[in-house]
């Protein structure tokens, strides 16, 4: 191996080449969004991303903080002190109590970059993360490079539906449950973290107060273990919930949870990359300092465009009383446009779940049964896919529809439980879902 020759064996390098898209069937998501890139005439319904444009006033604070008086030069490294402000300002009723903007609030690079460093400030070589399957794939590498081990618990899915639910979907909620026993067994001296999504990414679970409750009652037996919760989706919460449940708010728990958002996820602009993690002081000034030697800072003119839209939040917006319930209810709106779309397709024989909130639609593909015809870029021709990889490859190549497989969203030993399930985002526009379903209508390949 090229590596071996250089000397460079270690274990970030096969860390690097287990997740390296090209090499490795781990980035195979990765692979699928590649093809939504380059595939000619393809609709991506897969890739987590809005194709609306941002709120007005995101895009005019833009163009303000980039006009001539714009700062271009080193920042305070974790957080512009407006912008620090800012999200205290914002998030003191969310997490009721007053929050020190310079000492408990850390700005990174996206949700995902403030997830990383949390992860390797807080692993040692061998502690182990616990995590409800299916999750966000991206926290392997992250928990992996420190050391980290994953120990995945498996949610038990919903029962599918009939089609015809899907014409008034209004109250419809199908909700994945946590096994509680199943989780409480898997907690041992070594586990370091438990993370937590809410909502969920795949699933769009979220989780109720009472479910927060009977976690922070395993938790009260292990006090060591500190508690990550992930809530980027907070405001994708539909009509039904008023404001999402917060585990940092219940007694005894804001010392051990560090809470992490993302500004692209608010703002309907992943491309924004900025994101913060609130938490006691103790934890979030180990991420400073790993911010700081890292990245360093972020260009001042986004961290003040942030700092003056996250006052949106609580105003109102196009016809809605606040920002935010404009996001529950936009969301709410396509997901419920997709859903009624992709249920009435007759050639299109899986199951849909319909999500409390977040980004994403689950399908149960467990009546297909699906050839090996293609395979993924990178790949060899002896490979062999799990159901849901063969499934999207054809749907993909014969009807020119991207979605991404689920067993990827699951820890090697469990992974067999996600080949039935595949997932679409509902962050599409309707005129992108009438295209995706006009082609499956026309399709002659039948699904
Ligand atoms: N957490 C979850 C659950 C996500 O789905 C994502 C993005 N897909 C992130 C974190 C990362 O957010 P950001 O784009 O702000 O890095």
Known sequence: MQEEEQGQN???????????????????????????????NIVDL????????????????????????????????????????????????????????????????????????????????????ILLEPFFDNYTPMIEFPGGKIVGVPMLPPKTRPKKDFQNIKDLKDEWTIDFDSLEKVFTKKTKVLLLNTPQNPTGKILSFEELKRVKK??????????????????QIGTQYRELPRMATLPGMWDKTITIFSAGK??????????????????????????????YCIAEPMQTTVADCLDALNTPYDGQE???????????????????????????????????????????????NPETKYILPGDDNNVSYRKDAKFLLNLC????????????F?????????????????????????????????????F
Request: with cysteine; aromatic share 14%.
């Open 10 to 40: 270690n274990e970030h390098q096969s860390i690097a080449n287990k997740y390296d898209f090209e090499k490795s069937s781990m980035g195979m998501r990765y692979k699928f969004i590649h093809l939504a890139k380059t595939l000619p």
């Open 46 to 129: 897969g890739q987590g991303f809005p194709d609306w444009d941002p709120p007005r006033f995101l895009k005019e604070s833009i163009m303000k903080s980039f006009s001539n008086d714009a700062f271009y030069q080193y920042t305070r490294n974790h957080g512009l002190i407006k912008l620090v402000e800012s999200v205290a300002r914002n998030y003191e009723k969310t997490f009721e109590r007053k929050l020190n903007p310079m000492t408990e609030i850390v700005i990174g690079a996206g949700a995902g970059n403030v997830l990383y460093l949390a992860f390797k400030v807080l692993l040692n070589p061998g502690d182990e993360v």
């Open 218 to 235: 395993i938790l009260d037996k292990f006090p060591k273990v500190v508690l990550i919760m992930d809530e980027v989706y907070e405001f």
């Open 397 to 408: 190549h014969d009807s020119k529809i991207v979605c991404l497989p689920c067993s990827n």
């Open 410 to 446: 699951y820890t090697d030993e469990h992974k067999h439980l996600g080949e039935n399930f595949i997932r679409f985002s509902y962050t599409k526009d309707s005129k992108t879902i009438d295209q995706a379903a006009e082609i499956l209508n026309k399709s002659k390949s039948k």
């Open 322 to 368: 606040t920002y935010k319930r404009w996001v529950a209810t936009y969301f709410e709106k396509h997901r419920n446009y997709l859903l009624e779309k992709l249920a009435t397709i007759k050639n299109f024989d899986v199951d849909f779940f319909c999500p409390e909130g977040g980004y994403f639609i689950i399908a149960d593909i467990s009546k297909q």
């Open 266 to 295: 608010v703002f309907s602009a992943t491309g924004l990359r900025i994101g913060w993690g609130i938490g006691p002081n103790w934890i979030i000034r180990q991420i400073m300092c790993a911010f700081q030697y890292s990245s």
